[in-house]
């Protein structure tokens, strides 16, 4: 069974640090590009960062860049993001998710809520 | 970036009738070389993440019921579901999978009438 399990969501004070994490299981993780996607309250879908399947190619939506950082550890067939300097509209849930090829997103975790507020 | 604006913001449909969806994108997502839209459609409903529906403008994702459909080309787009049933309540944004960043349209919320 395909699983993705995201952690390590929380409240945390604006400028402060957490790190993301989602196990999964029932996929050939190192062959996956995977990614983060976030959804404010009430909120539509925005695309975070996207990590290639060897993990030496990053990419970062703009709003994110020189903040978040992806990685990966496919002897652990898990993915992380941490997010530094976080900002109140960093609120979001945040989604781990593979990404089918080049392609379109087929698999997604169930999130995890991250909240910033003093 | 691309944009993808989706119409209308929401819709109430009767059960057993058809709900339509626009989904418009600021630049084609037609790749000529393997004649193929970049494009996917989601679906999720409340307390869910989303699920894939459709990819490639109009390919069924494996296990999706055939009431679900995808339609269109280049930077017009439509998703139909026929014979609206209870289960369909939901949001459904529609996604260009052409370039990064991977856009999402702002979703359309589906409600029956």
């Known amino acids: 069974e395909v699983q993705l399990l995201e952690s390590g969501g929380g409240l945390v004070q604006p400028g402060g640090s957490l790190r993301l994490a989602c196990i999964t299981s029932?996929?050939?993780?190192?062959?996956?590009?995977m990614n983060w996607v976030r959804q404010a309250p009430g909120k539509g879908l925005e695309w975070v960062s996207e990590i290639s399947g060897s993990g030496d190619k990053t990419v970062y939506a703009d709003f994110v860049k020189g903040r978040f950082t992806v990685s990966r550890d496919n002897s652990r067939n898990t993915l992380y993001l941490a997010m530094n300097n976080l900002r109140v509209d960093d609120t979001a849930v945040y989604y781990c998710?593979?990404?089918?090829?080049?392609?379109?997103?087929?698999?997604w975790g169930r999130g995890t809520l991250v909240t910033v507020s003093s | 970036d691309i944009v993808m604006t989706q119409s209308p913001d929401s819709l109430a449909v009767s059960l057993g009738e058809r709900a339509t969806i626009n989904c418009k994108s600021s630049r084609s997502v037609f790749y000529s070389s393997n004649s193929k839209n970049y494009l996917a459609w989601y679906q999720q409903k409340p307390g869910q993440p989303p699920k894939l529906l459709i990819y490639w403008a109009s390919t069924r994702e494996s296990g999706v019921p055939d009431r679900f459909s995808g339609s269109g080309s280049g930077t017009d787009f439509t998703l139909t579901i026929n014979n609206l049933q209870a289960e369909d309540v939901a949001v459904y944004y529609c996604?260009?999978?052409?370039?990064?960043?991977?856009?999402f349209g702002q979703g359309t919320k589906v409600e029956i009438k």
């Open positions: 998710v593979t990404q089918f090829a080049d392609w379109y997103f087929d698999l």
């Open positions: 029932g996929i050939t993780f190192n062959s996956n590009v």
């Open positions: 996604q260009q999978y052409y370039s990064t960043p991977r856009t």
